[in-house]
């Protein structure tokens, strides 16, 4: 008998499902005992269900599996959604009804000012809105978000610029085809092309983080005031989301102090040790060309940013380049982070 949580996963068949499978293998907290997908996968076994596109092998125990229909109610209390968001939206509600506690990567609930949108290194307090389904939805479970893959990184490296009264940012991303799931963006769009346009992802850009960001006020998230643009692009790269950011500030604010800010930054996740946590969310990389997604994305496991070129910006004070792993610092691995500390304190 395994000592660990049982665990689910909804959408296990897809991009980040496989995500999920990976990192579930061998999490010293978690044992992935159901694995659910559409009508297309359910009573097959998973090796024959998901079309494996990870550089690791399936997961054996994973692999006999067999895919099991999304009924709520069945499975374990805990299920990590990877659901396609045409979908999610109302089969997450009804697990949350039925007693689940969702941990979702999709975006239906994540703007639900009772949904926490959590980075557990930023705003942990943000979990205390879980309570309140429970007596404003009367869900006898829950559901905890995280964030778009690009806001993910680019809330991270604002988080210790807040201090200094940021005001404005500026972002343009190239991101990576994986991010759009499989089959993704066609081959002839993509490849020796920049495609200037991801439906609904400069919205999500441009709002998430405000509420990540935000302060925690009773039963709403004050959003926090800084004024985001952002332009979405998708580059022909497999893995890695790379993003342009300049910041201005209040006042004038020194290159120095926002390099000591993202050396210091650590949050809960750092300090209670949880299994999935990067030493440091913020990596800075001195040399003048990094980081790249191909040198980079899978350095600390995939969970850490990886930024640098931080210097003047004639418009804003201040730019960078932000790198992260879109499918699991970004995805499945933020979700397991989300659960261990809920886990962390006693909310399973
Ligand atoms: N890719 C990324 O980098 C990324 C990053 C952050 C967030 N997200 C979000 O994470 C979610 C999953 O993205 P993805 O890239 O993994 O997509 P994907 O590869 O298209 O996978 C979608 C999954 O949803 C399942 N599904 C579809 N319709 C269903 C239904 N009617 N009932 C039950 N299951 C159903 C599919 O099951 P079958 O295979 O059995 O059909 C598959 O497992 C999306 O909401 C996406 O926006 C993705």
């Known amino acids: 008998m395994s000592s660990r949580v049982e665990v689910g996963v909804l959408g296990a068949t897809g991009t980040v499902g496989q995500q999920f499978v990976r990192l579930l293998a061998n999490h010293p907290w978690f044992d992935a005992t159901w694995l659910a997908g559409s009508e297309r996968s359910e009573g097959k076994a998973y090796a024959d269900a998901a079309n494996w596109k990870l550089s690791t092998p399936m997961p054996e125990a994973a692999a006999r599996r067999i895919v099991q229909p999304p009924t709520p109610g069945k499975g374990p209390k805990l299920v990590f959604s990877a659901l396609d968001a045409n979908v999610a939206g109302e089969l997450e509600r009804a697990f949350a009804e039925a007693g689940h506690l969702v941990v979702s990567n999709a975006r239906n609930h ?4 009772l949904v926490p949108l959590l980075i557990p290194e930023i705003n942990p307090d943000h979990l205390q809105l879980l309570e309140r389904q429970r007596t404003d939805y009367g869900w006898k479970g829950g559901i905890v978000t995280n964030s778009n893959c690009s806001t993910m990184f680019l809330a991270l490296a604002l988080a210790p ?3 200094f009264g940021l005001t404005q940012c500026n972002v343009v991303t190239l ?5 759009a799931g499989y089959p993704g963006v066609p081959s002839l769009d993509i490849l020796g092309n920049v495609v200037p346009f991801i439906g609904g992802e400069e919205e999500k850009l441009e709002i998430e983080p405000q509420k990540i960001l935000g302060s925690l006020a009773g039963d709403h998230v004050d959003p926090h005031p800084v004024v985001i643009s952002a332009h979405t692009t ?11 950011v300049s910041v201005d500030f209040a006042t004038k604010v020194e290159a120095a102090d926002i390099r000591a800010a993202f ?3 650590k949050g809960l996740p750092q300090e209670l040790g949880l299994p999935c946590a990067p030493a440091q969310p913020l990596v800075y990389l001195e040399a003048e060309n990094r980081p790249q997604p191909r040198l980079d994305v899978e350095r600390d496991n995939g969970m850490a940013v990886f930024l640098g070129r931080l210097r003047r910006c004639p418009v804003l004070q201040h730019k960078f380049v932000a790198l992260g792993h879109n499918t699991v610092r970004g995805a499945a691995g933020a979700a397991l982070l989300n659960a ?3 886990q962390a304190q006693g909310l399973l």
Not at 110 to 113: E, G, L, V
Not at 175 to 179: K, P, Y
Not at 234 to 244: K, L, N, Y
């Open 110 to 113: 994540r703007m639900d000012p």
């Open 161 to 163: 610029l807040r201090t």
């Open 175 to 179: 991101q990576a085809v994986s991010g």
């Open 234 to 244: 998708r580059v022909p790269v497999i893995d890695g989301h790379t993003e342009m």
């Open 263 to 265: 050396a210091s930054f």
């Open 340 to 342: 261990e500390l809920m």
